[in-house]
């Protein structure tokens, strides 16, 4: 195992590389083989099972933020109330549930592994998980500005959430990736082309 997972954020995942040496594997231990560059039928199963564990933990970072900005909030309500401070909190729930459907409807759409692996129903996860993802940042951004100014103390928690949270964007697939995949399945051609 590798030392190379040093990373803005998701550090606690440990996600090292593992470096194989000197490992033979047979030809017929080959499962599977795929052109570069071309979308694979088996991309359509790994895409529509794996997403929804994926996209369901930065849902629980951007519930962790909004439960921390709340909390914050609530002792400012002893002093004198920021107006604007409904507002904020307003927001910060609406894309909080914004994400929250978006990955439910990922567990729908996988449907207890009873889903047809299409990439019709690869596209629609894709379009899931890139919603969920940036509703997942806007909720922990908003969550700093409705806890204001002590939010950029690190004591507080939001900075490493707002760390981690930046990871939901670099998973497969990566949104302007993800909207000339859905574009061009909306024009009938192959999704990577």
């Known amino acids: 195992m590798l030392d ?31 052109p570069k560059g071309q979308w694979h039928n088996f991309f359509n199963v790994i895409v529509t099972i794996a997403l929804p564990l994926v996209m369901s933990v930065y849902v629980g970072v951007a519930e962790a933020a909004s439960n921390l900005a709340i909390g914050i909030a609530r002792k400012k309500t002893g002093r004198q109330l920021d107006r604007h401070l409904p507002y904020l909190l307003g927001e910060m729930t609406n894309v909080l549930v914004t994400a929250q459907l978006a990955v439910q409807g990922m567990v729908d759409l996988c449907d207890n592994y009873a889903f047809e692996p299409t990439v019709q129903t690869a596209n629609a996860m894709l379009i899931r998980k890139t919603v969920a993802a940036n509703a997942c940042i806007q909720t ?17 928690g939001l900075e ?3 760390r ?27 999704p990577v082309g």
């Open 160 to 162: 490493r959430l707002l």
């Open 164 to 190: 981690d949270v930046h990871g939901s964007q670099f998973h497969p697939l990566q949104e302007k990736r993800q909207h000339l995949f859905t574009g061009r399945i909306a024009l009938g051609l192959d």
């Open 140 to 156: 922990v951004e908003k969550a700093l500005e409705v806890a204001g100014g002590g939010a950029f103390f690190r004591s507080v």
């Open 4 to 34: 190379n997972w040093r990373t803005l954020g998701m550090r606690a995942t440990g996600s090292h590389d593992v470096l194989l040496d000197d490992v033979f594997v047979p030809q017929d231990a080959v499962s599977l083989r795929r």
